[in-house]
């Protein structure tokens, strides 16, 4: 009886284990947004040519940045904690990047106007066109753009919202190619030499 008992304690961890290596792809992968960050890079996704409004006022589509290369990060102008980061990060790549880069904050809070995204730039320093905080007026375009990005944002219950944070890499073909953890600025600078060499 022992020996049966211990041989389906056996078996049962051969099939979780069997179970692990086939849900993460060889082990590969352990969560899914490291699984969606290896899709993106071997498989670029072309993003929707989206209008976007920026701290000046000023209207922009996505499509004309094609040409150079790209960084977006997804905000929302109030937030208390991880844009703040992601905003000294872009800080940062602002004053390190190639100067035909540029560089978008692209917010996800539809109240999100010129005022509340004036008052994000001038927090960081953001200077347009090298550096655009930007909203998207059309509530479509805004939930088409954020998903092909693999975004997640849920409201919070309290006027705020809890959402994934990365560094989004656009090729000049306007394709997202890959997402870096916010912390990994010479990951991104390594990728953008990569694409110019």
């Keep these: 009886m022992a020996m049966r ?7 049962a961890a ?9 849900g993460t792809d060889g082990g590969a992968t352990l969560t899914a947004e490291a699984a969606r960050r290896r899709d ?8 929707p040519d989206v209008t976007l409004h920026d701290q000046t006022g000023a209207t922009v589509t996505l499509s004309e940045y094609r040409g150079a290369p790209l960084v977006l990060e997804f905000i929302y102008a ?12 872009f ?4 004053a390190s990047l190639p100067q035909d880069a540029r560089l978008v904050s692209i917010s996800f809070d539809p109240r ?36 092909r990005a693999g975004v997640v944002v849920i409201p919070d219950g309290m006027g705020g ?5 990365g560094l989004y890499l656009v090729d000049p073909q306007g394709r997202l190619t890959a997402v870096f953890d916010p912390e990994d600025t010479e990951g991104l600078r390594a990728a953008l030499a990569g694409d110019a060499g």
Excluded: M, Y
Aim: with cysteine.
């Design 91 to 94: 800080e940062q790549l602002d």
């Design 112 to 147: 999100d106007d010129t005022e509340h995204l004036g008052w994000f730039a001038e927090r960081h320093n953001a200077q347009a066109p090298r550096w655009r905080v930007a909203g998207i007026t059309d509530d479509a375009a805004r939930k088409a753009l954020i998903s």
């Design 40 to 47: 993106i890079a071997a498989a670029p996704q072309q993003l």
């Design 161 to 165: 919202f809890v959402h994934n944070a």
């Design 14 to 22: 051969a099939l979780g284990v069997a179970a692990l290596w086939w």
């Design 5 to 11: 008992a211990a041989f389906a304690t056996v078996a």
């Design 78 to 89: 109030t937030c208390p904690d991880i844009c703040l980061a992601l905003g000294t990060t």
